[in-house]
């Protein structure tokens, strides 16, 4: 019993052990999950690190990878509007080359000053999102469904939700945790090329999915194309033979 302890203890010392060990897509991910925000980020740190000194300032450099990340997709995301922006404003000039209409032009350039001042004043989309209230928690509550709902809302916040929350979280059986023999995988699974494990994975798939595939028949109908092919294939060499002798 001793031994299973120190190893559990040694697995949660380091995921969790030193915050700085922690994956901080964990955090980003319950940031982004409005039922729970920063809220309960704080709460649960405050909770495991209660006699840390250093956490209020841990705690803010957390936040700030939101920020940080918010900043890259939000500059790739203006690097596409500038790109339809220009080529809109190409093809206004294209229009006006050689007219004397140049309001139209005052009056798309007086837009595009509209847009890039507005986009500097608002505020930022994270602080918004962690400013208004959290979500009433349900078993029914889809985070991704309310993402996609309120994309119009935080757009670009939207769309790190969508690359975040689609990572699978790694999971392990409970068995393995009081286990003292360490993980054993025999020649079989450890020699399985990536083809056969994608075909595995895709007929486990198939097998339950619903409705549920009927193997027999399917089977039965497998055999019949066989027998079809094959007297397709006999009736050309028959064919085939009796036009050489012909």
Not at 34 to 54: C, H, M, N, Q
Not at 127 to 150: M, N
Not at 230 to 239: A, M, R
Request: charged share 30%; aromatic share 10%.
């Amino acid at each position: 019993m001793a031994s299973m302890a120190i190893r559990m203890r040694d697995k949660f010392n380091k995921y969790w052990g030193n915050i700085d060990n922690i994956n901080w897509f964990l955090f980003v991910a319950i940031l982004l999950d409005p039922r729970y925000k920063l809220k309960y980020v704080s709460f649960g740190l405050a909770t495991i690190y209660e006699s840390d000194p250093s956490f209020v300032k841990r705690m803010t450099e957390k936040i700030d990878m939101l920020h940080l990340l918010y900043k890259q997709y939000a500059h790739s995301s203006l690097e596409h509007t500038s790109k339809d922006k220009d080529s809109i404003q190409d093809y206004i000039l294209l229009q006006l080359d050689g007219e004397d209409d140049p309001s139209e032009l005052l009056e798309s350039q007086f837009a595009k000053h509209m847009e890039e001042e507005q986009c500097a004043e608002s505020k930022s989309e994270v602080t918004r999102y962690l400013l208004d209230g959290c979500e009433k928690s349900s078993k029914d509550f889809d985070v991704l469904k309310w993402w996609k709902s309120s994309s119009s809302k935080y757009p670009i916040l939207s769309k790190i939700a969508e690359d975040v929350l689609a990572i699978p979280v790694s999971t392990i059986a409970l068995e393995s945790a009081f286990s003292t023999s360490g993980r054993v995988i025999d020649a079989f699974r450890s020699s399985l090329s990536p083809k056969m494990v994608e075909a595995l994975i895709c007929t486990q798939d198939w097998l339950r999915a619903s409705p549920r595939i009927d193997l027999c028949a399917i089977m039965e109908d497998i055999e019949k194309f066989e027998e079809f092919e094959q007297e397709l294939e006999g009736s050309n060499s028959c064919s085939t033979s009796k036009g050489i002798y012909d």
